[in-house]
């Protein structure tokens, strides 16, 4: 069993990023990220963070607005405005989820498309679905697809089962997978939770990926001998052993699938790694189309 794990595909991606970095500071410009936060949800607040501290490292421009939780729609609409006519940001995120009261596709129509790094605005979905490589594609579902390429496994041809058919990871992943470019051409199965007889569908994936939010939710009778497992899950469990009484699990009960694979990620330290890898390449790549590279 080969373990895929996410640090040294996103080295690789830092790396390249580097390489574009330098390019662009030649030609004058300077990659700027804006993260947007509403609330004081503790598990977005750490996301936000870790992908302040990224841009940071990587010598980007960063820029966190913090809003409070009960924040309206039209404050929220003019932040986006602003940072789309801020010409120091190439790339805006808004972390998901936001307060309920809030209306998040509006929001995220709002984005210019061309600084949508999280490629949810539907120009970009739309570009992923005709396979237009000039859009940016959502950035766990191009991590998936990155760790599968770099770890040589061929997808042409295979049937991948995708578990979960959010927008945010199934559904693109789905796209990206039956797409025609490279880590693609697969023959691809979107399961859900009104799937029928679930283990008998997944048993038939040679690549299977598990998008769920339930943890250790795919056990050994949902994957055949031989097959590669991805695991998009990050759920957060009680274990009194651990230090803070929780520690992070997939969806994949990973001590006892493992062994029937060929490869599978670990959480953490697999496709987690990877989403904020992708959001950097993205957000450098906004940057290049806006400096004509
Ligand atoms: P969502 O809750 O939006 O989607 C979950 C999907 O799983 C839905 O399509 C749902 O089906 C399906 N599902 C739920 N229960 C079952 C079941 N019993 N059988 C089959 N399918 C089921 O979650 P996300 O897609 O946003 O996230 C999925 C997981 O990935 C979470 O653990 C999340 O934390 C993690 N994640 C990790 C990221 C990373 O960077 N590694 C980034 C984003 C998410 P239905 O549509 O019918 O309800």
Redesign the pocket.
């Known amino acids: 069993m080969k373990l895929i794990e996410g640090a040294p595909i996103a080295e690789l991606v830092y790396r390249e990023c580097l390489v574009s970095f330098e390019e662009l500071k030649a030609a004058g410009f300077l990659p700027g990220l804006a993260v947007v936060l509403v609330g004081d949800d503790p598990a977005s607040k750490a996301y936000v963070a870790s992908k302040d501290r990224k841009c940071r490292e990587l010598g980007m421009h960063s820029v966190k607005i913090e809003k409070p939780e009960n924040s309206t729609q039209e404050e929220l609409l003019a932040v986006i405005d602003e940072l789309n006519a801020d010409e120091a940001i190439h790339g805006i995120l808004v972390q998901m989820p936001l307060p309920r009261h809030l209306d998040e596709e509006e929001i995220i129509r709002r984005i210019d498309p061309g600084k949508d790094v999280d490629g949810l605005h539907p120009v970009n979905l739309g570009k992923l679905a005709m396979d237009d490589s000039s859009g940016f594609a959502p950035?766990?579902p191009s991590?998936c697809q990155r760790m599968l390429i770099e770890s040589g496994i061929d997808t042409v041809g295979k049937h991948v089962v995708i578990?979960?058919?959010?927008l945010?990871?199934?559904k693109s992943l789905a796209l990206l997978m039956m797409g025609k470019g490279k880590g693609a051409n697969a023959t691809v199965t979107v399961?859900?939770?009104?799937?029928k007889d679930?283990p008998s569908l997944t048993r038939q994936a040679d690549i299977l990926v598990?998008?769920?939010?339930?943890p250790r939710?795919i056990g050994p009778e949902h994957v055949k001998d031989g097959a590669v497992v991805i695991d998009?899950?990050?759920?957060r469990i009680d274990d009194a052993n651990s230090r803070g009484g929780t520690r992070l699990v997939?969806?994949v009960d990973f001590d006892r699938v493992a062994g029937k694979c060929e490869a599978i990620t670990p959480?953490p330290g697999?496709?987690?790694r990877?989403?904020?890898a992708m959001l950097m390449a993205n957000t450098i790549r906004a940057c290049r189309q806006k400096a004509g590279l």
């Not at 399961?191 to 799937?195: E, I, M, N, P, W």
């Not at 598990?210 to 339930?214: L, P, W, Y």
């Open positions: 950035c766990t991590g578990v979960g058919r959010s945010l990871v199934g399961a859900h939770s009104r799937t679930l598990a998008a769920i939010g339930i939710f998009v899950g990050i759920n997939g969806d959480v697999g496709v987690g990877m989403t904020i």
